[in-house]
Nanobody
Framework: QVQLVESGGGLVQAGNSLRLSCAAS????????MGWFRQAPGKEREFVAA?????SYADSVKGRFTISRDNAKNTVYLQMNSLKPEDTAVYYC???????????????WGKGTLVTVSS
């Protein structure tokens, strides 16, 4: 069993930055494919970024967000720069033992952290 706890959300003005963290329990963190997802009010949950050895990104955040991981600390990060009001959402961390990152099929989910970007 893996527990994921997100932190770092908050209220920020457009153009500014935030860094989200996701702390994972367990001894096999390095073997998990980790992802960040988000869900805006009234919308479906969507993929944001993922990392196993290198990062991959949704087109909407490419060039602004950076995903990274520290296996020694069992933590994955999401550095969010040049934030826009449309980035407002609850951000979720998720993990899978598999080779596919998708909104469905992740093995573990955190409870989420709210990011609000004001214009």
């Amino acid at each position: 069993q893996v527990q994921l706890v997100e932190s770092g959300g908050g209220l920020v003005q457009a153009g500014n930055s935030l860094r989200l963290s996701c702390a994972a329990s367990g001894r096999t963190f390095s073997s998990y494919y980790m992802g960040w997802f988000r869900q805006a009010p009234g919308k479906e949950r969507e993929f944001v970024a993922a990392i196993r050895w290198s990062g991959s990104y949704a087109d909407s955040v490419k060039g602004r967000f950076t995903i990274s991981r520290d296996n020694a600390k069992n933590t994955v990060y999401l550095q969010m720069n040049s934030l826009k009001p449309e980035d407002t959402a609850v951000y979720y961390c998720a993990a899978t033992r598999g080779n596919r990152i998708a909104t469905t099929g992740m093995d573990y989910w955190g409870k989420g952290t709210l990011v609000t970007v004001s214009s």
